[in-house]
């Protein structure tokens, strides 16, 4: 009977809450709600649920709470909308938002857990670390005296024991190459600036790479920062590379698409319920408009990314190259409640200049078809053909200078780049999956670290691989060692892969970090060489699919 009763509770809940909280959002599109607003609107509008509630709280067999019974309700209400309406708990909002906060209170250093032991990775400049002394490939064993070293902990838990309010102490203990017994270094937590820019860089001498990560607060200024560094290298073309970036703030992706576009351009519209558009345009002030530009993305390309590339193309800006992107077009209305959780509810729809929609097709409360998206498009060859790919002539929109774009759900490239699989061979799979091949740049990072630690330029690391000739025979060997005989077909397959992985990986244990990562990692990298080559040719076409 409880349970039946519960489920009546939750079926009152969602359909009241639901019709009330509906109508204030489609008249108040675009504004937050305090917790009181929804009171008094609970009130008005929804009498029957909270008689429900209040009975519930007086006269049910076992003592509960109203809170308890809206943590249960709200994801069963919001579960019947869009896949991207969604309520986020307290002990979860913080951490959500932090990482587009654009800082957080910590140690200042970056570590990885490939050998069950906090393994100092490179340290922040000017960070609390460096000022009390941790050094780049330092070992984690302790934390305030509780062992860390081979718990087996997850990097979460880690994360926690390290961070925590600026001003307080944390005690490392640390195995330090060379020293006997542990170290002891009392680090004082200070603010840690949070990047989306992960790499800036010169692949040529006139073609500039940016990686952008996420759309986090600071994030134009940070690419804005980043293409000033590039101009003054010699930066003539630009490639933004957007793949894997989920999105973030939209205010973001439109003061970045505003540096790339002349005065007076559409960017992106949003249409709510009730037909309500509001467009954003650019206001000429943005100091990339002559700057020739590639955009990458992929099918882990959501949001703002969509928004940023789609305004690009739209607008005869930007080439497009990679695959087609994720397809998140829907506008979220984002309330705080004062016990910190809060609500994301869609209230309106993303369009690209030319009038194209970026949401792909969902069935409301079905978020498992939601989620296997991916895996369908995977299973039709999406990833690997474009012919694969299908739109319906309702889809297709124009740009001013005549290129044909398809609207329907994400943003289709102009220049398609398949999924590559050709140079993974057995070995490569054996060496990469058994984590033996990043293993072993930790290795090397070990003992070659005064080197590592005097690097300042890409070319300094290029010097250092250029001495080494035995980089990759001894890297074989480590491997053997190790438990995977070498298979020298497979090698001769693999080998550049090889080479450029254990090249990036060694380099990221610099002061240079992602820079250094992406410049070696780039010549295997196919979209961006193609990237490279659409920037060098001096005649491209308009529709390259066709």
Not at 86 to 115: C, S, W
């Amino acid at each position: 009977m409880a349970r039946q009763a519960h489920k009546v509770v939750l079926w009152l809940l969602a359909a009241a809450t639901l019709l009330a909280v509906g109508w204030f959002f489609g008249h108040n599109y675009g504004r937050r709600i305090t917790d009181s607003q929804i009171r008094i609107l609970i009130g008005a509008q929804g009498g029957k649920l909270t008689r429900v509630i209040s009975h519930i709280e007086h006269d049910y067999v076992d003592s509960i709470s109203s809170d308890s019974l809206a943590e249960l309700a709200i994801p069963a209400i919001l579960h019947k909308l869009d896949p991207h309406s969604v309520y986020i708990p307290a002990r979860e909002f913080k951490e959500m938002e932090e990482p587009l906060q654009g800082e957080f209170d910590g140690i200042g250093v970056v570590f990885n857990m490939a050998t069950d032991t906090v393994i100092v990775l490179n340290v922040i400049p000017s960070g609390p670390s460096r000022k009390a002394g941790v050094q780049g490939g330092d070992r984690i064993i302790k934390v305030n005296d509780t062992l860390i070293a081979g718990a087996k902990l997850s990097q979460r838990s880690v994360m926690k024991r390290l961070r925590g309010p600026r001003g307080t102490q944390v005690k490392l203990s640390i195995e330090r190459k060379g020293i006997d017994g542990l170290v002891d270094i009392v680090v004082t937590r200070d603010a840690i600036p949070l990047h989306s820019v992960e790499a800036t860089v010169m692949l040529t001498d006139e073609v500039g790479f940016i990686k952008l990560s996420q759309f986090a607060r600071t994030s134009h200024a940070e690419v804005r920062a980043a293409i000033d560094t590039l101009r003054r290298r010699g930066m003539k073309s630009l490639i933004f590379d957007l793949r894997g970036n989920g999105g973030g703030f939209l205010d973001q992706a439109i003061l970045i698409a505003n540096e790339f576009l002349p005065r007076g351009s559409l960017i992106v519209y949003t249409e709510d319920r009730n037909h309500h558009r509001i467009n954003q345009y650019s206001d000429g002030r943005g100091r990339s408009s002559d700057l020739e530009t590639v955009v990458l993305i992929d099918e882990a390309s959501a949001s703002s990314s969509e928004i940023l590339a789609g305004a690009l193309q739209d607008n005869d800006r930007g080439t497009i190259i990679g695959r087609r992107s994720f397809g998140k077009g829907l506008v979220q209305s984002q309330t705080p409640f004062e016990d910190g959780s809060a609500l994301r509810l869609t209230v309106a729809r993303y369009y690209t200049p030319t009038g194209r929609s970026i949401q792909k097709p969902y069935t409301a409360g079905d978020e498992e078809d939601y989620a296997l998206d991916l895996q369908k498009r995977f299973d039709r060859n999406e990833f690997f053909s474009a012919d694969s790919i299908h739109f319906a002539d309702s889809l297709r929109f124009t740009t001013p200078k005549g290129k044909t774009v398809y609207g329907g759900g994400g943003i289709m490239p102009d220049i398609f780049m398949p999924l590559d699989t050709t140079d993974m061979s057995r070995y490569f799979v054996e060496v990469s999956g058994r984590n033996i091949l990043y293993k072993y740049t930790i290795d090397y990072s070990d003992r070659h670290r005064r080197e590592l630690s005097a690097v300042r330029s890409v070319a300094d690391i290029e010097q250092i691989f250029e001495r080494d000739k035995r980089l990759f025979s001894d890297f074989v060997s480590y491997a053997e060692r190790q438990g995977v005989k070498p298979d020298w077909s497979d090698i001769k397959r693999s080998r550049k892969i090889m080479e450029a992985q254990l090249r990036a990986y060694i380099s990221r244990n610099t002061d240079l970090e992602d820079g250094a990562f992406y410049y070696f990692i780039y010549p295997i990298d196919k979209t961006v060489c193609r990237a490279i080559e659409v920037l060098q040719s001096p005649n491209r076409p308009i529709n390259p699919l066709k």
